[in-house]
């Protein structure tokens, strides 16, 4: 593993200042840096900046699923659903530590969608798709069996239930590895800069302004082509536009505790309220539960979930799960991100809206990409790959089909032979290579955990500084560790005191230590208001 640090970053912003680029990619979540990484493996200089962290927007507010998406299939979308599951199962090949398959339960019920016979074919369509096989074949469940499996699940008007198998991750890891990986062939990679604006000459682009959030500099570079990869805020880099791209649709998720819901699997229910599909999905003695999906018209820069959100899942969660009565105390934590789907004409429902992706290439050179999902990124990368080696007269086809992705899967033991406990060992397993630790633990307390609760451990914060460009304390909390999702004060208690460790890593005087706890209080407590709302 290379040293991916502040001290990085500083060497590629003067490499941006001072070298010409082929190709500029504007937005560090998944797009962005699958492009980088397919660009960089091609051969090409490539840069890649984000205004805030890698994963900060959409791409680190998911439901955290890699998935062929089976509810596309009812609007018979199943080019979409085939590219999404061949996508999913290279994944599961190239990426064993970040991603993992999962077992889904989808309850039919008689008084509620889907119906039995259309799930059935339903399922055996999607089974189709993934020629390949990677994950076990479909299950059909009698009620009996359905309940055997899960047996917290309402019994009343219960058909049986479909198990089918797709795959989970950690998004803004997945995202960070796909970083990392673009960094190793040869982009260059800075978080916390913002494009003030674009290079013209002759009305072609040629560079961009740049601004370094940490330090306030501003500097330009040149480049032959630049990708807008910036989801949501895709027109804010395209001009002489009169109407959107963009049609953002809001999504919130919450975190239970999963003792509480009571299931055992992921499952995969359809809201009795509006149809919709609501994922329970199990995140380790968590409960992960979404999505909403609603038309959003407030600023893209703030958005949290709201009470009417959480009351939503919270009633779907109680409908197949009614011993469990969940109320608004019982939800851990709440957040809330935008998907950046395409304006086409009129659709009655946000639901309805195509998850496929666009790319535009304007008059004057700029190529903007968008839509999609965490799944389906690679093949979007390779796409625009395939776009810039024409533009810029170069061949060579995409490296990325069958390119390994993030830390091979090591033995428990050599995590617990440097003294981890079991359930944190398990949980350094998937993350990093026991040589990456071991480097590290030499900083104070390294086995010791940030909270007794959770198995996160002082090692990684000074991981997430050396090797993963954590410039924030809330790319720390929030994005490399996840404390702030998996903790009810969302990570307040330890902020001051892991503010003081990075601080002394990066140089913090005093007056920066309690900007970074102040700012990171603010975002716990913004994410806390639909308690409020809720007289919780």
């Not at 059909?140 to 069996?145: G, I």
């Not at 604006?197 to 370094?212: K, P, T, Y």
């Not at 998937?430 to 480097?439: G, I, L, N, T």
């Not at 001051?496 to 005093?510: I, K, P, Y």
Request: charged share 25%.
């Amino acid at each position: 593993m290379t040293e991916f640090s502040a001290r990085t970053r500083a060497a590629n912003l003067e490499r941006m200042r001072t070298e010409p680029l082929d190709v500029l990619v504007v937005g560090g979540g998944i797009v962005g840096a699958g492009v980088a990484r397919d660009a960089a493996c091609r051969g090409f200089v490539t840069g890649l900046v984000d205004r805030g962290d890698f994963a900060a927007g959409t791409s680190g507010k998911t439901s955290r699923l890699v998935h062929g998406g089976l509810r596309y299939l009812r609007n018979y979308r199943f080019g979409l659903v085939r590219r999404a599951v061949r996508e999913r199962d290279l994944l599961l090949h190239n990426a064993q530590g970040l991603v993992h398959p999962l077992p889904f339960l989808i309850p039919s019920y008689a008084d509620r969608g889907p119906g039995r016979a259309l799930l059935r074919f339903g399922l055996f369509l999607y089974d189709f798709l993934s020629r390949e096989k990677t994950l076990p074949r479909r299950l059909w469940l009698s009620p009996t069996e359905a309940r055997e499996r899960e047996p917290q699940i309402a019994g009343e008007e219960l058909a049986g239930a479909g198990l089918y198998y797709d795959a989970w991750t950690d998004d803004s890891r997945l995202v960070l590895a796909v970083v990392q990986d673009a960094a190793d062939a040869g982009a260059i990679v800075a978080n916390h800069i913002r494009v003030e604006g674009l290079i013209r000459e002759s009305d072609r682009i040629v560079g961009a302004h740049l601004r370094d959030a940490m330090t306030d500099d501003s500097f330009t570079t040149s480049s032959r082509f630049v990708v807008n990869a910036t989801g949501v805020w895709l027109d804010d880099l395209r001009t002489g536009r009169s109407t959107p791209t963009i049609r953002p649709t809001k999504g919130i998720h919450i975190f239970l505790a999963r003792a509480k819901v009571g299931n055992r699997h992921a499952l995969a229910l359809t809201a009795r309220r509006d149809g919709r599909v609501v994922f329970v999905l199990p995140w380790g003695d968590l409960t992960l539960v979404g999505t909403t999906d609603t038309d959003f018209r407030g600023n893209p820069d703030s958005v949290v979930p709201d009470a009417g959100d959480v009351a939503y899942l919270l009633e779907t969660v109680n409908e197949t799960f009614p011993a469990a009565h969940l109320g608004p105390d019982d939800v851990v934590s709440a957040y809330a991100g935008l998907r950046p789907l395409l304006r086409r004409g009129h659709e009655k429902a946000e639901s309805d809206i195509s998850r496929d992706h666009a790319i535009f290439e304007d008059h004057d050179g700029l190529i903007s990409v968008t839509g999609g999902k965490l799944t389906t990124h690679r093949a979007m990368a390779e796409e625009v790959g395939g776009l810039l080696a024409r533009r810029l007269g170069r061949t060579g086809a995409s490296m990325t089909r069958d390119r390994p992705l993030g830390p091979p899967i090591h033995a428990l033991e050599e995590f617990t032979d440097l003294g981890f406990d079991e359930e944190t060992a398990l949980h350094l397993q998937r993350r990093y290579a026991p040589e990456q630790v071991e480097r590290h633990m030499g900083g104070p307390s390294a086995t010791e955990r940030l909270v007794l609760a959770r198995p996160y451990t002082w090692v990684e914060v000074e991981i997430a500084v050396h090797d993963e460009m954590a410039m924030t304390l809330g790319d720390v909390l929030v994005r490399r560790l996840g404390l702030f999702y998996e903790t009810p004060d969302q990570g307040v208690g330890v902020a001051a005191t892991v503010a003081e460790r990075m601080g002394r890593l990066l140089g913090w005087d005093s007056q920066k230590m309690e900007q970074e706890v102040r700012g990171y209080e603010n975002l716990a407590r913004d994410h806390q208001r639909f308690r409020v709302a809720h007289g919780g």
